[in-house]
């Protein structure tokens, strides 16, 4: 039986700091003492069972996946290590990326087996000098774009937030002509033991729909499709009328913008995160009008999933979640805001450890729970 550590070793603290890139990064379990010496135990690594065989085997290297993927995923790959490049580097583990035995790929997510920290940081020009070599084989659609790139990186033309804008703009250009569906449901239910249901989801409950477009093209009759769930925090008053409070407002917010083709990367996460910090600025007046304090104050979780081109945002606060469902297992992408995971955030515990502390289940920041110069949504 698992026992919780006294104190977090100090090779955890890397992991526990980019606990947030829950796609990624994998999170320390706990670590074991063996006569070679102690070890940390991960969990979340890129491992798969095949239906050949029911040992895990590790998911594939990105550099063996590379020549055969498409120009989508390679230039996703791409800017996946870009955003992850400059968070890494900050804890001395930007090596890992220039590692192809640590890099591997689960489909369309970059994921990393460990992290390798060291004191001798690498720069951006260690990194374009790899892409280079992958150039080489990229798929002819964006070859030209990927040799341009991983020279510009090289020679020390790129800074990161350059390096994240060129890739963006890449797949943009490279997604605008694909056909795509989506396919969406919504359906909440009360429970058996409540007496109202305070979680909300936007479409109504029964919804059913199949979304298509020939590409990039959206009007008011086929906007992008979004989907939310709001759920009521317990215990407080109103959190019925909360969680549908959430919901109008931001589907107000989102929806005119929805209607609009060729909306920048950055112009929606912008709207997504403001949708969010408005929500919580109305249902905290209404608290502040009732005179609400504490637990008294109707509060609620958010989590909004909205697919736009080719691209799919997750918006959250709170611990209302969003899982990646595959045929190889389920994931939760979202990462709770609730102490157990401020605790990890912090360094102070492992994981595990944490839920095992009282009151490790509490939120630590919810709508309606105070202004919003406070919250922090996680797009």
């Known amino acids: 039986k698992r026992q919780p550590l006294d104190t977090v070793p100090p090779e955890a603290a890397p992991y526990l ?3 947030t890139f829950t796609r990624a990064v994998p999170r320390p379990f706990t670590q074991v003492s063996t006569p070679e ?3 940390l135990l991960l969990e979340e690594v890129p491992v798969q069972v095949s ?5 895990p085997q590790l998911m594939a290297r990105l550099t063996d996946a590379w020549a055969e993927a498409s120009p989508l995923h390679q230039l996703s790959w791409l800017w996946q290590l870009a955003q992850l490049w400059q968070p890494l580097a900050q804890v001395q583990a930007a090596a890992t990326l220039l590692r192809a035995d640590l890099v591997r790929v689960d489909g369309a997510d970059v994921r990393l087996l460990a992290l390798e920290v060291n004191e001798g940081q690498p720069d951006l020009a260690a990194l374009g000098l790899q892409w280079r070599g992958w150039a080489k084989t990229a798929q002819s659609t964006v070859k030209a774009y990927c040799e341009a790139l991983a020279d510009a990186l090289s020679q020390g ?13 890449a797949l943009e250009q490279i997604t605008a002509p694909v056909a795509r569906q989506v396919q969406l449901a919504a359906y909440s ?5 409540r007496q109202r249901n305070e979680d909300a989801c936007y479409p109504v409950s029964g919804t059913q729909q199949t979304w298509q477009s020939a590409a990039q093209q959206l009007s008011p009759k086929n906007a992008a499709p979004l989907v939310v769930v709001c759920d009521g925090i317990g215990g407080h008053q109103g959190g019925d009328v909360a969680s549908k409070l959430a919901i109008e407002v931001v589907t107000q917010r989102l929806n005119p913008l929805l209607e609009k083709p060729n909306q920048p990367h950055a112009t929606l996460v912008t709207a997504l995160e403001q949708a969010i910090l408005a929500a919580n600025q109305e249902i ?3 608290n ?5 304090q504490a637990r008294d104050r109707m509060g609620t979780t958010i989590v909004i999933g909205l697919v736009y081109g080719a691209r799919l945002y997750i918006a959250h606060l709170g ?4 899982y990646q469902v595959r045929p190889s297992g389920c994931r939760q992408i979202t990462l709770d805001d609730d102490v157990a995971a401020r605790e990890m955030r912090l360094g102070y515990s492992f994981y595990r450890d944490a839920l095992l502390n009282p009151g490790s289940g509490s939120l630590v920041q919810a709508l309606g729970m105070a202004d919003s110069q406070y919250p922090h949504p996680l797009v």
């Open 284 to 286: 905290s007046a209404q």
């Open 51 to 55: 239906p050949q065989s029911a040992d």
């Open 37 to 39: 010496g102690q070890f």
């Open 319 to 322: 611990d209302s979640r969003a």
């Open 189 to 193: 239910d009360q429970g058996p033991t």
């Open 17 to 19: 700091e980019l606990s």
């Open 288 to 292: 502040d009008q009732a005179q609400r």
């Open 157 to 169: 033309h790129l800074s990161s937030p350059a390096l994240e804008q060129s890739l963006t703009a």
